[in-house]
């Protein structure tokens, strides 16, 4: 698969008052291949940025965004991406918006079919193929946005924050659905969050960021499938315990001495 | 009772009284524009013997000869000079419709295509957009004449403008995830105009569309005015040097009642296009809005 790698990234730009707004600076990282990266941080340090920076919607101002080592020059099927907002085409049936990546690329219809048909049934979707998304609630849309970006069979997967405006429980259900998906293709994947909980359920690494810029970077080590039980051992609850901190929550926080 | 089967009812009362209220006024004014024409007919004289009148403008042929050469005013003669004068105005109108919209339509897309073109056309469109289209007749008549292709052009012109502002702004109203996520999936320039740009933007089009119908109708008879020889507006011309108001009314009715066709013709052409659009979108409202 693909490792990412980020060398002085930096992307600034002007507000409508003429200010310079640096919203990415200087981040440097490398994201191996396989690793579940969980980005986090408050509200407009620049996570989204940084995303679409990966993703090649947007150039960097300063710095080099590589994947296995060749410089990205802009937006890939390799780099799949699931937006925070409904990006599902309303006007294409399921199986159509499912199949389109493969449909741009030239495969053969039936093959695309096919091969829509199958994350189509992944996601639990398998009876809606020929509905149009008017009729999808905003969890089955969800679904369609992650069959459509597997279907592609991308090398690096990045969301942003692609189940924020979801229900508590279609979002628990939607994060096992993920790991499913993740562990049969293992892509790299870049998951853009603001939600602790969530990050420590999926993450490999949980990067912070604050002001654009990388403030921790932290390896989560607990054992997968994690479960309720295992994200109350006290490493998950110290790891909980910093990046809450990291969010300006600290008085949620007890008062510890011992520093991680 | 449906909602539909509802609003047809509403609407066919509407008419019925708008009938009535016309009747009416014909009895309570009972004036002439010159002797034997009354200035609003009542019904029973435009669908006898003002409709029977139109058999003036047959110019003879398929056994049933003009007035012209000494024939009778006939029914067949009124029906058969409404179809042909029809055919002639809905032809100029067609043509120019259709080469207005695939004009207007490739221009405001290749427009799109950059940010830089559509700044630059930003103020140019608008200008033109604002420009009284009847006040360029008499220059399209000086450049091509009373003849078939001055009046199309004339009609292509009026839709052309509409449609192109339309569809840069429909583009330019296209919501940019749409396009990014197409981007991601690997989709090229043109995939993305025809798989994303076109069906994004058509319920925004729809508004235009019907705008251009109006415009197309209003055009034609504008152009047909000055100089032709043929055409529903040729006739409501001719009737106007004479103070024939019943033939101008009844002329009226006819184009009423061919724009409400081409309406309902397109109205039930797009409803397959916006059948992914929730219903209460794809449903325009009173005004053609979508």
């Given at each position: 698969m693909a490792e990412v790698e980020l060398r002085n990234v930096g992307q600034s730009f002007r507000r409508s008052g003429g200010a310079l707004v640096e919203a990415v600076a200087?981040?440097?990282?490398?994201?191996?291949?396989?690793?579940?990266?969980?980005?986090?941080?408050?509200?407009?340090?620049?996570?989204?940025?940084?995303?679409?920076?990966?993703?090649?919607?947007?150039?960097?101002?300063?710095?080099?965004?590589?994947?296995?080592?060749?410089?990205?020059?802009?937006?890939?099927?390799?780099?799949?991406?699931?937006?925070?907002?409904?990006?599902?085409?309303?006007?294409?049936?399921?199986?159509?918006?499912?199949?389109?990546?493969?449909?741009?690329?030239?495969?053969?219809?039936?093959?695309?079919?096919?091969?829509?048909?199958?994350?189509l049934r992944q996601v639990g979707l398998g009876d809606v193929e020929r509905s149009w998304p008017?009729?999808?609630?905003?969890?089955?849309?969800?679904?369609?946005?992650?069959?459509?970006?597997?279907?592609?069979?991308?090398?690096?997967?990045?969301?942003?924050?692609?189940?924020?405006?979801?229900?508590?429980?279609?979002?628990?259900?939607?994060?096992?659905?993920l790991?499913?998906?993740?562990?049969?293709?293992?892509?790299?994947?870049?998951?853009?969050?603001?939600d602790v909980d969530e990050a420590m359920l999926l993450a490999d690494r949980i990067v912070v960021m604050k002001e654009g810029r990388v403030v921790d970077d932290r390896k989560i080590t607990l054992a997968r499938r994690r479960?309720?039980?295992?994200?109350?051992?006290?490493?998950?609850?110290?790891?909980?315990?910093?990046?809450?901190r990291h969010l300006g929550l600290g008085e949620l926080v007890q008062d510890r001495t011992a520093p991680l | 009772m449906k909602r539909t089967t509802a609003h047809r009812l509403t609407s066919?009362?509407?008419?019925?009284?708008?009938?009535?209220?016309w009747q009416l006024a014909s009895i309570m004014m009972p004036y002439e524009s010159v002797p034997g024409e009354p200035m609003i007919p009542g019904w029973q004289i435009l669908v006898t013997r003002t409709f029977l009148s139109l058999a003036d403008y047959w110019q003879g042929g398929l056994g049933i000869p003009s007035v012209a050469q000494g024939g009778e005013r006939t029914y067949a003669g009124a029906a058969l000079a409404v179809l042909s004068n029809s055919w002639d105005t809905s032809l100029r109108l067609f043509t120019g419709l259709t080469l207005g919209v695939a004009v207007g339509l490739v221009a405001g897309l290749a427009v799109s295509w950059s940010k830089w073109s559509r700044r630059i056309v930003a103020l140019p469109a608008q200008i033109i957009r604002t420009f009284p289209m009847l006040a360029l007749i008499p220059m399209f008549q000086l450049w091509f004449g009373a003849t078939f292709l001055g009046m199309a052009l004339f009609v292509a012109f009026a839709v052309g403008v509409i449609f192109f502002t339309g569809t840069v702004n429909a583009v330019g109203n296209v919501s940019d995830i749409h396009v990014d996520y197409a981007r991601t999936q690997g989709a090229?320039?043109?995939?993305?105009?025809?798989?994303?740009?076109?069906?994004?933007?058509?319920?925004?089009?729809?508004?235009?569309?019907?705008?251009?119908?109006?415009?197309?109708?209003?055009a034609v008879i504008a152009?047909?005015?000055?100089?032709?020889?043929?055409?529903?507006?040729?006739?409501?011309?001719?009737?106007?040097?004479?103070?024939?108001?019943?033939?101008?009314?009844?002329?009226?009715?006819?184009?009423?009642?061919?724009?409400?066709?081409?309406?309902?013709?397109?109205?039930?052409?797009?409803?397959?296009?916006?059948?992914?659009?929730?219903?209460?979108?794809?449903?325009?409202d009173r005004y053609g809005a979508p």
């Amino acid at each position: 698969m693909a490792e990412v790698e980020l060398r002085n990234v930096g992307q600034s730009f002007r507000r409508s008052g003429g200010a310079l707004v640096e919203a990415v600076a200087d981040v440097s990282l490398v994201i191996r291949s396989h690793e579940f990266v969980c980005l986090i941080g408050p509200s407009g340090c620049g996570k989204t940025t940084l995303l679409q920076l990966v993703a090649g919607l947007t150039r960097a101002s300063q710095g080099q965004i590589s994947v296995d080592g060749a410089a990205i020059a802009g937006p890939s099927p390799e780099r799949g991406l699931v937006f925070q907002r409904d990006s599902v085409f309303p006007w294409m049936r399921t199986i159509d918006n499912v199949s389109y990546g493969l449909k741009c690329r030239g495969v053969e219809k039936t093959k695309r079919i096919e091969i829509a048909r199958q994350y189509l049934r992944q996601v639990g979707l398998g009876d809606v193929e020929r509905s149009w998304p008017r009729e999808l609630s905003g969890g089955m849309l969800k679904r369609v946005a992650v069959a459509t970006v597997f279907a592609n069979s991308p090398r690096v997967l990045l969301m942003d924050e692609p189940f924020a405006a979801l229900d508590y429980v279609t979002k628990l259900q939607l994060h096992q659905l993920l790991l499913t998906l993740w562990e049969q293709h293992r892509p790299t994947v870049l998951f853009v969050t603001h939600d602790v909980d969530e990050a420590m359920l999926l993450a490999d690494r949980i990067v912070v960021m604050k002001e654009g810029r990388v403030v921790d970077d932290r390896k989560i080590t607990l054992a997968r499938r994690r479960t309720v039980e295992s994200l109350a051992l006290p490493e998950a609850v110290a790891h909980k315990e910093v990046l809450l901190r990291h969010l300006g929550l600290g008085e949620l926080v007890q008062d510890r001495t011992a520093p991680l | 009772m449906k909602r539909t089967t509802a609003h047809r009812l509403t609407s066919f009362g509407v008419l019925v009284v708008l009938a009535a209220l016309w009747q009416l006024a014909s009895i309570m004014m009972p004036y002439e524009s010159v002797p034997g024409e009354p200035m609003i007919p009542g019904w029973q004289i435009l669908v006898t013997r003002t409709f029977l009148s139109l058999a003036d403008y047959w110019q003879g042929g398929l056994g049933i000869p003009s007035v012209a050469q000494g024939g009778e005013r006939t029914y067949a003669g009124a029906a058969l000079a409404v179809l042909s004068n029809s055919w002639d105005t809905s032809l100029r109108l067609f043509t120019g419709l259709t080469l207005g919209v695939a004009v207007g339509l490739v221009a405001g897309l290749a427009v799109s295509w950059s940010k830089w073109s559509r700044r630059i056309v930003a103020l140019p469109a608008q200008i033109i957009r604002t420009f009284p289209m009847l006040a360029l007749i008499p220059m399209f008549q000086l450049w091509f004449g009373a003849t078939f292709l001055g009046m199309a052009l004339f009609v292509a012109f009026a839709v052309g403008v509409i449609f192109f502002t339309g569809t840069v702004n429909a583009v330019g109203n296209v919501s940019d995830i749409h396009v990014d996520y197409a981007r991601t999936q690997g989709a090229s320039r043109i995939q993305i105009y025809r798989s994303v740009i076109l069906p994004a933007m058509f319920p925004e089009l729809r508004s235009s569309i019907m705008l251009s119908l109006g415009t197309a109708w209003t055009a034609v008879i504008a152009a047909e005015f000055l100089g032709a020889q043929t055409g529903l507006g040729q006739i409501i011309v001719f009737a106007q040097y004479f103070g024939y108001v019943g033939r101008m009314f009844l002329v009226a009715l006819f184009l009423l009642f061919y724009a409400a066709i081409t309406y309902a013709l397109f109205e039930r052409a797009s409803r397959r296009l916006t059948e992914w659009m929730p219903r209460e979108l794809a449903t325009p409202d009173r005004y053609g809005a979508p």
